[in-house]
């Protein structure tokens, strides 16, 4: 052991150890950049590659839903050998019927053949009631005239049964966007893109919304193949036709534009959305003592009439007939 450790002290065992350990570190310093890793490329290729996955699933999505299809039902036929689509032409049928909920080229189809079919059946049934059933008095030209109304009836019919159906599904959507708007913070600052947010917050509000998870998918759908994302958004706000909504996605454009926080804007929008819905509800609670008006009078008054005054007015007639005197007794001969 004393001799290793005196050979070691030599110069040239000194100078050795020194030589070694500098070509070692050379030779460390040439080879250090091969072995390491960019982790930012490997995280980008990571997020390419989900991206790249999201985008196939999302486009067989929408294959599978049939939006990019043609009609091929008897409906879509008739329709489009009769150019209904060109006679009854209406410009907003179209997002009145992305509103309801009802996309692609056959509900279209089947609004065109309903908007030209039913005019008919509403005169029809209109003809059968006036003539056949009860004519309520009318005499000639009212006859006819109830048939135009009955065609006139048919006519609109489509467009006001499209237009509850927006509005339920409009109302249904509002109800759940502050929750969604808060579940999609909370993924947008845990680190997940705004795709991802999108279809994570889908997948968890689909028992309280389904309207507004099918909404939120389609938004994934586009985000994955629209060249900009700003144009999805606006899908979106069209799609919905609420302000609220309309306001979240102009921030969202915003932001995707200039580079600014998506929490912080998801944050002011999830708020005022929450304020918004509790001013809806404050709003309908005012109207409500004016709404019981007329069902308080109708039903409420009567019955408090009947409690308050049948007493008496029992106790009364009961009065009358102790104060009446006594019939008088007749003698028999």
């Given at each position: 052991m004393y001799n290793t450790l005196v050979s070691l002290a030599r110069?040239?065992?000194?100078a050795s150890i020194l030589v070694a350990l500098a070509v070692f570190g050379t030779v460390l310093s040439i080879m250090l950049p091969y072995l390491k890793t960019d982790k930012l490329e490997t995280r980008l290729k990571a997020v390419t590659e989900q991206r790249e996955k999201l985008r196939k699933q999302n486009r067989a999505e929408l294959e599978n839903r049939g939006l990019r299809r043609t009609d091929d039902s008897m409906v879509g036929n008739i329709s489009s050998k009769l150019n209904l689509a060109k006679a009854l032409e209406d410009p907003n049928v179209a997002a009145t019927l992305s509103k309801a909920g009802l996309r692609?080229?056959?509900p279209l189809s089947a609004f065109y053949f309903a908007r030209m079919t039913l005019p008919f059946v509403g005169a029809f049934l209109m003809f059968l009631y006036i003539f056949y059933v009860n004519d309520h008095g009318l005499q000639g030209p009212m006859r006819y005239g109830s048939l135009l109304f009955g065609a006139a009836a048919g006519f609109y019919a489509p467009n006001i049964y499209i237009s509850n159906l927006a509005q339920k599904r409009?109302?249904?959507?509002?109800?759940?966007?502050p929750d969604a708007l808060d579940m999609l913070l909370i993924c947008v600052e845990s680190g997940m893109s705004i795709e991802v947010g999108f279809s994570k917050v889908s997948q968890e509000i689909g028992s309280a919304s389904p309207e507004l998870a099918e909404e939120f998918g389609l938004t994934v759908a586009e985000l994955a193949y629209l060249p900009e994302r700003r144009q999805a958004y606006e899908n979106l706000a069209k799609r919905t036709g609420h302000e609220g909504v309309k306001a979240v996605c102009m921030a969202l454009g915003q932001a995707e534009r200039y580079g600014t926080p998506?929490?912080?804007a998801l944050r002011v929008m999830a708020k005022e959305n929450r304020d918004m819905r509790m001013a809806q509800a404050e709003k309908k609670a005012a109207a409500l003592p004016a709404q019981l008006t007329v069902p308080m009078i109708m039903f409420f008054l009567p019955v408090l009439f009947l409690v308050v005054l049948g007493p008496a007015y029992l106790t009364f007639k009961k009065s009358q007939m102790n104060e009446e005197p006594p019939a008088p007794v007749t003698r028999q001969s």
């Open positions: 110069p040239e065992a000194i692609g080229p056959g409009q109302k249904s959507i509002m109800r759940a966007f998506l929490g912080d």
